[in-house]
T-cell receptor, first 114, second 110 residues
Framework: DAGVIQSPRHEVTEMGQEVTLRCKPI?????LFWYRQTMMRGLELLIY????????DSGMPEDRFSAKMPNASFSTLKIQPSEPRDSAVYFC????????????FGPGTRLTVT | GEDVEQSLFLSVREGDSSVINCTYT??????LYWYKQEPGAGLQLLTY?????DMKQDQRLTVLLNKKDKHLSLRIADTQTGDSAIYFC??????????FGQGTTLQVKP
């Protein structure tokens, strides 16, 4: 069974450009989480969805960040315009309602904004 | 607000036991977790414990929870070089929203 799939694995972009990160959760999981990992702030929850509906977006840094989940098998995190301080590793994780306490993480997308 | 604290670094010799400690502040924490992150990889769920338990053992891993002191520990028996990684403690309530500590880097010397 495939785990959480994220793409791209690495992204290098210039300041001001739009960046879109993609995530496919584990089949059958109906909660999806976006996290960001930096040296300074550690692991932070940005937003999470349940049954494709955003439940808590209080961790989204600012209006430049947006996330969507158009269906149960796909989510995007978009940064527009990107800034150097957005450089981080972005992780997607998913869990099921029955075992919601077991979150499984994808391999992450390493974003570098120059 | 919720906070999770860990020591940043631990060094042990291969074959010894490792004990990684964590403290948390949220008394409503329902689940406590240990995740492992190897270089360049995502987080791997190692084990978790419900707040109404004191101990959980899974092969070489033993988790101890002192709910009164809000203290969680992870003991790795017979530590191997493959155990070298960053270990994250995390807690959540019933929402499933995880609050992570800053991670403990475990270095295993041969």
């Amino acid at each position: 069974d495939a785990g959480v799939i994220q793409s791209p694995r690495h992204e290098v972009t210039e300041m001001g450009q739009e960046v879109t990160l993609r995530c496919k959760p584990i089949s059958g999981h109906n909660s999806l989480f976006w996290y960001r990992q930096t040296m300074m702030r550690g692991l932070e929850l940005l937003i999470y969805f349940n049954n494709n509906v955003p439940i808590d977006d209080s961790g989204m840094p600012e209006d430049r960040f947006s996330a969507k989940m158009p269906n149960a098998s796909f989510s995007t995190l978009k940064i527009q315009p990107s800034e150097p301080r957005d450089s981080a590793v972005y992780f997607c994780a998913s869990s099921s309602d029955i075992r919601f306490y077991e979150q499984y993480f994808g391999p992450g997308t390493r974003l570098t904004v120059t | 607000g919720e906070d999770v604290e860990q020591s940043l670094f631990l060094s042990v010799r291969e074959g010894d036991s490792s004990v990684i400690n964590c403290t948390y502040t949220d008394s409503s924490s329902t689940y406590l977790y240990w995740y492992k992150q190897e270089p360049g990889a995502g987080l791997q769920l190692l084990t978790y414990i419900f707040s109404n338990m004191d101990m959980k053992q899974d092969q070489r891993l033993t988790v101890l929870l002192n709910k009164k002191d809000k203290h969680l520990s992870l003991r790795i028996a017979d530590t191997q070089t493959g155990d070298s990684a960053i270990y994250f403690c995390a807690e959540s309530s019933n929402t499933g929203k995880l609050i992570f500590g800053q991670g403990t880097t475990l270095q295993v010397k041969p």
